[in-house]
């Protein structure tokens, strides 16, 4: 069921700061524009790498769940890493089917896929996110 890893999520509260490490510090050249995620409270900024990617997420608005994430880490860090899979829905009940926590109905994630989560309690202490692999991808 688990495909390649797509990317690593970094909560920041500073993509433009983050965008500068990855840049200055590790010669990323491949950097997209920050774009809103409304929907899922964030900002979001992919730095493309030879195999995967970082998504930098920031807080959008009062009630994004990332405040919560950076309150415990002011400076940012890890939240996430995300595998594709060939169905979102699959999964989903792959997962639950399992004992798994999903957290959620499949929603639009920032490649335009649908995504889900699942708690980390049963991840081993990672949130992991899945998302249906986009259409011709690899």
Same mark, same amino acid.
């Given at each position: ?6 990317? @690593?999520?970094?909560?920041t /509260? ?5 965008v500068? #490490? ?9 950097? $997209?524009?920050?774009?809103?995620l409304?929907?899922? &409270? ?5 730095? *493309? #790498? ?7 997420? +920031?807080p959008?608005?009062?009630?994004? /769940?990332? $405040?919560?994430? #950076?309150?415990?880490? /002011?400076?940012? &860090?890890?939240? %996430?890493?995300?595998? +594709?899979?060939?169905?979102? %829905? ?18 639009? !994630?920032?490649?335009?896929? /649908?995504?889900?989560f @699942?708690?980390?309690? *049963?991840? !081993? ?8 692999a ?5």
């Amino acid at each position: 069921m688990i495909g390649r890893l797509n990317h @690593v999520g970094v909560a920041t /509260p500073s993509i433009e700061a983050s965008v500068a #490490l990855y840049r200055d510090l590790l010669g990323a050249t491949r950097i $997209h524009e920050k774009f809103a995620l409304p929907a899922q &409270g964030v900002w979001v900024c992919f730095v *493309d #790498l030879p195999n995967s990617q970082i998504e930098l997420i +920031e807080p959008y608005g009062d009630d994004s /769940p990332i $405040h919560k994430f #950076l309150a415990k880490n /002011p400076a940012g &860090g890890q939240h %996430h890493v995300c595998f +594709e899979v060939a169905d979102i %829905h699959e999964a989903a009940a792959d997962m639950k089917a399992k004992g798994a926590t999903v957290l959620g109905e499949p929603r639009i !994630g920032a490649h335009g896929t /649908p995504v889900i989560f @699942v708690h980390p309690k *049963d991840m !081993g202490g990672v949130l992991v996110e899945l998302m249906q692999a986009p259409a011709g991808a690899h």
